[in-house]
């Protein structure tokens, strides 16, 4: 459960569209956010919105983001 507390900021280093215009796949630098214990599946807020890390390595994770969400969250379509 999302408890509000900012535990790290990350940044926004590549975007790629999903097919069939689905949405972007995020990758984000998690900064100081530790990845060890974050596995496949889990949610990472982000702006204030909950999103599924699909993929990741010790200093990045992957997001696909739905067109709604990148509608509805600001933030999550440019780079930063």
């Not at 990845?35 to 994770?61: E, P, Q, R, W, Y």
């Amino acid at each position: 459960m999302f408890t509000g507390i900012v535990a790290a900021v990350g940044r926004i280093v590549s975007i790629s569209p999903l097919a069939e215009n689905y949405g972007l796949r995020l990758r984000i630098d998690a900064g100081t956010l530790d990845l060890g214990d974050v596995a496949l599946g889990d949610s990472i807020a982000i702006n204030g919105a909950c999103m599924t890390v699909v993929a990741k390595d010790v200093s990045h994770f992957d997001i696909d983001v739905s067109r709604e969400s990148l509608l509805r969250t600001v933030g999550l379509s440019e780079h930063g």
